[in-house]
């Protein structure tokens, strides 16, 4: 069975401080692809990252990186200097190989304090 | 990436009415999924909107109660039928690009549905 887990429902931090959200997913499928997408209160979901399992590399996109780590099955997302613009419900995201269902972890909260 | 509208953005319903909410896609998308969220909570996938061909849905959601018509590559609606406040949700239209062997799904801004 596919499953995600976004153990942290809820964080709050003071802006300019580093945050790393956790996801940790299980699979039995040898090629999968992760996702992060953030929603704002407005209630779009916008797509951040999409990592494929055979491609360890870390990912940095400005104040954004991702830490894959398969041999943890762990997705990591990490904003350096945080802004209150961040503020939103985040959310990791797993794809098998044999269709196109994404299996969503439950998000987390972040909290950005000015 | 595809850009999708969705209509209307939100709205207040009285039990036991219907609503339809439209999505339409700038480009033509193979796939076209239909999503819940309901307060507070992750996404649940109601249904595959088939163009030409009836929606497959998902466990625990029904035709009668959610229909979905899609008549070409670039549009679709869902009707949430005979509403009660459980039905009060955010309903997002996700589409995926034709060649996108990854997969990532782009979504509408969604439509927040308030029953009273």
């Known amino acids: 069975a596919q499953k995600v887990t976004q153990a942290q429902t809820e964080i709050s931090v003071v802006e300019k401080e580093d945050v790393t959200l956790d996801c940790v997913y299980e699979?039995?499928?040898?090629?999968?692809?992760l996702f992060w997408y953030k929603q704002p209160p407005s209630g779009e979901l916008v797509f951040l990252i999409r990592r494929n399992s055979f491609d360890e590399q870390n990912e940095i996109s400005g104040r954004y990186s991702w830490n894959f780590q398969k041999s943890t099955s762990s997705f990591n997302f990490t904003i350096t200097a945080s802004q209150v613009v961040d503020s939103a419900v985040y959310f990791c995201a797993l794809r098998g190989d044999s269709n196109y269902q994404l299996i969503w972890g439950a998000g987390t909260k972040l909290i950005i304090k000015p | 990436s595809a850009v999708i509208s969705q209509k209307p953005s939100r709205d207040i319903c009285q039990r036991g009415t219907s609503l339809t909410i439209q999505c339409q896609v700038d480009?033509?998308?193979?796939?076209m999924f239909w999503y819940r969220q309901q307060p507070g909570q992750s996404l649940t996938l109601i249904a595959t909107a088939n163009q030409g061909s009836e929606a497959t849905y998902e466990s625990g959601f029904v035709i009668d109660k959610f229909p979905i018509s899609r008549p070409n590559l670039t549009f679709s609606t869902l009707t949430v039928s005979n509403m009660s406040p459980e039905d009060s949700s955010i309903y997002l239209c996700?589409?995926?690009?034709?060649?996108?062997?990854?997969?990532?799904?782009?979504f509408g801004e969604g439509s927040r549905l308030t029953v009273l």
């Open positions: 480009s033509q998308v193979t796939m």
């Open positions: 996700s589409v995926k690009e034709p060649g996108q062997g990854s997969g990532e799904l782009f």
């Open positions: 699979t039995r499928d040898t090629t999968y692809y």
